[in-house]
């Protein structure tokens, strides 16, 4: 088989990333060659290192590029072998262990042992098209960097913008302490990774999509569940309006769509049942306006 590669860390997939994919199903086609996604399984350190974390998994990335158009991907990981591969190596490897014909690659990206390899390397080793980053509505380059220090703060449409599509996460249901059931609001739960960026703690209108492709309507708590005791385990909690199916281990996709407000600590069940009546009401809201 003959792939044409798109190359990145594509953290979020975001629209700049967009560009890219749109780029190699572009030379695939021209090529006869089938178009993928050359990824890595970890972030270099100093993309995460004093960060808040991942945008998304790569189960969140697969989905995603198939959204965008690409269904066959390559997850590489960081051993030391392919770590050492000098420039040449690496491209020789995508060629004879990939079947690579072509790649596609932002104008900043590296590769190769001490990323001695650039965009440039590339060009004159394989046919390559460097794809130039994407520019907001002010002037700055779309980057996942931008994306982290909105959604650390909340800032979900903002952070839509630059995505190109809301803040998403896929995953299994796991099973929870079917606290919110006894309380009547039954939530249907994700798991969160430990390499995952963390939204601030809190209640976000948000829509959930189990595996019969239909896009519910709900409100999601993120964080640590003070009300129940000291928490420490971050979890994602979504009550699904007028939904009461048992879910677990279906894959889901949830879209965090806007912040309602910070997560609370209540002295009572009955606080909590009011806060979250009221919590219901105004993500119904925010959903419905950004229907209109």
Do not use: W
Not at 52 to 66: A, C, H, N, S, V
Not at 75 to 99: A, H, K, M
Not at 160 to 188: D, P
Not at 233 to 262: I, M, N, W
């Amino acid at each position: 088989m003959k792939y044409v590669l798109a190359m990145g860390l594509f953290d979020g997939v975001h629209r700049g990333h967009q560009a890219i994919l749109a780029e190699t199903k572009s030379f695939a086609k021209e090529k006869g060659a089938v178009p993928a996604v050359l990824t890595f399984d970890t972030l270099p350190k100093a993309s995460i290192a004093a960060g808040p974390g991942r945008i998304t998994d790569f189960e969140t990335q697969k989905y995603l590029f198939t959204l965008y158009g690409i269904d066959s991907v390559f997850l590489l990981s960081f051993t030391d072998e392919i770590r050492n591969l000098t420039p040449e190596e690496f491209v020789s490897y995508l060629q004879n262990q990939l079947g690579a014909v072509g790649v596609v690659v932002g104008s900043d990206f590296r590769f190769g042992k001490n990323r001695a390899g650039d965009a440039c390397f590339l060009q004159s080793r394989i046919e390559s098209r460097i794809v130039a980053p994407v520019v907001s509505h002010d002037g700055a380059a779309v980057s996942s960097t931008a994306i982290r220090a909105l959604l650390s703060k909340g800032e979900m449409e903002a952070a839509e913008k630059l995505l190109g599509h809301s803040y998403v996460r896929v995953a299994k249901v796991q099973k929870g302490a079917a606290r919110g059931r006894g309380l009547g609001f039954a939530t249907v739960n994700l798991p969160h990774e430990d390499s995952l960026l963390k939204l601030p703690p809190g209640v976000y209108a948000a829509y959930l999509t189990l595996e019969d492709g239909v896009a519910r309507p709900g409100v999601t708590n993120f964080g640590y569940s003070p009300t129940f005791g000291n928490g420490t385990e971050y979890r994602s909690e979504t009550h699904v309006f007028d939904f009461s199916q048992e879910v677990y281990g279906q894959t889901a996709k949830l879209e965090v769509v806007s912040f309602l407000r910070p997560e609370l600590k209540f002295s009572a069940a009955e606080e909590l049942i009011a806060q979250m009546e009221i919590d219901a009401e105004r993500a119904r809201a925010r959903l419905a306006e950004r229907l209109r």
